[in-house]
Every structure is written in C-alpha cells, then in structure tokens.
C-alpha cells in the first residue's frame, strides 16, 4: 500500500469540487472542529494515561468523520473517502478544511449553494 498524499494547493481545488452543497458545508463547519478537538483529546489522554479523554476523544473522532461522510454522500462528486490513507485524512482535518476557510473559498461556496 502506497502513499498518496497531494500536494496542500491540489487537494484544496479539489476539496472545492467535492464541497458544494450546503448541508455538507454546514456539517464539515461542525464536524472538522470536532475532529481537531476529539484528537487532542485522545492525545491528552494517552500522553496523560487517563482513559476518559481517549475514550471521549475517540466517540468524537468517529462521530465528526460519520458527520462528513454524511455530507459527502449529499455532493454529485463525492470525496473519495473509502481510499484516503491517515496522511491525506489528518492533512484535511487539520491543513485543508481550515486553508478552505481562511481563504474564503467556504464562504463563497455557501453562497454559490445549491440544494
């Protein structure tokens, strides 16, 4: 099994392209902070030996990625989520869906919508 991470500006174009229909915006705004916090929650916990953090970090983990596989099985170009290795799914979690932030282009999809 190889690697096939993207260079960060190929992935974003192509996140555009997969990140169009307003539910689907609207549960990655939920669901991305929530896999951001739901990590350092498993991290704390496990560098702190303290099974709650993990345990709470991990139902958080599973519900933000079933949240956006939720919202990609609304778009008419789904992500390919079934073959995305840990690099390219911890590099949109915590690279991609925030560059797609701040750089406005979530805001111009929101209002470019269509449901």
């Not at 896999?35 to 702190?48: D, E, K, N």
């Amino acid at each position: 099994m190889g690697l096939r991470l993207q260079h960060p500006s190929r992935a974003t174009a192509d996140y555009a392209a997969t990140h169009r229909h307003p539910t689907n915006l609207l549960l990655h705004l939920i669901a991305v902070p929530l896999f951001i916090v739901a990590s350092l929650l498993v991290l704390g916990g496990l560098l702190g030996s303290s099974l709650l953090p993990v345990v709470l970090g991990a139902i958080g983990l599973v519900a933000a990625l079933t949240l956006q596989r939720q919202g990609h099985k609304l778009e008419e170009q789904e992500a390919a989520t079934d073959q995305e290795c840990l690099q390219e799914l911890l590099l949109e979690q915590f690279v991609t869906f925030p560059r797609f932030i701040l750089s406005g282009a979530w805001w111009r999809a929101w209002r470019r919508r269509r449901g």
